[in-house]
């Protein structure tokens, strides 16, 4: 083990015969676990390290068993959980019990106060700043078809919610009231003239904002989908759910890395659990920061 650690490996331990009298980066697999007591006491060894897999507890139980009735040793178990995906885990305490968290939203104590305040600030001087384009959007929306300003469309968000997301209208009214939901793709040419303009230049997005200071959506985070299009990919998308980890957001990692319309939704998934895995602060600066050069104008948006 590296010398920063403070630790000098002596000794592996297997049950598989296999491994014994063979080396593990110089060190000798010994014997068995019968024999491990045996040898901590013989040896003065201060720490014994486990790595059982998890079903092997009733051997574990037994093993430090032995070695707490013969030694006063240090035991560590360094649990298996590599064979689980991990996203942003940690480990707490719950009622006195140990509990390892497997998978964890990063949204927790102090995280998702600061998160929000960001959220409330920004969001209400982007509105404030934004007031005379918004103005002059709705009157363009509102001049090129008939129908409401505004489109409300119901998606996911944070653990499953569903909300009604806003945007700047792009389509007829009826678009989709002979086909249903559809997944838009580059060949998709129900929007208005003035809505393909506002999809080009993801303007139709701004009125999320709103969204934003309701609470329902951040700045930052996931791209938000809808529920029919949610059942369809969390079948079809490895941890696609577990982008639902955090809140959904107007602009993303994948987003601003090209991952956005019709493109790889394996790999849009990538990014978004990259973000929420590192999400701080200064990366959700970041991505705000980048969107303004890369997250508006984009070939996958239309």
Known sequence: ????????????????????????????????????????????????????????????????????ELSSAEVRMVPDIYDFPLHNYSVSEVAGLP????????????????????????????????SPLLLLIAVGVKLSSL?????????????????????????????EDQTGPQWTKATDHRATWFGSLLRRTSLDELPQFFNVLKGDMSIVGPRPERPVFVEQFRSEVPDYMQKHLVKAGITGWAQVNGWRGDTDLKTRIEYDLYYIENWAVWFDLKIMFLTLFKGFISKNAY
């Open 99 to 130: 509990v390892l968290n497997l998978t964890d939203s990063p949204m927790f104590g102090i995280n998702r106060v600061v998160k929000t305040m960001v959220d409330i600030l920004l969001s209400t001087l982007a509105l404030i700043v934004l």
């Open 1 to 68: 083990m590296a010398e920063w650690t403070g630790l000098e490996v002596v000794a592996f331990f297997d049950d598989d015969a296999f491994l014994r009298d063979q080396k593990i980066e110089d060190i000798p697999v010994v014997n068995n676990l019968d024999e491990l007591p045996i040898f901590v006491v013989n040896n003065e060894i201060d720490q014994v390290w486990m790595a059982l897999p998890l079903r092997a507890d009733e051997r574990l139980k037994s093993t430090i068993a032995s070695i707490h």
């Open 147 to 175: 129908g409401p300003v505004l489109y409300r469309q119901e998606r996911v968000s944070w653990n499953g919610k569903r909300f009604n997301m806003l945007k700047f209208r792009s389509m007829p009214v009826a678009a």
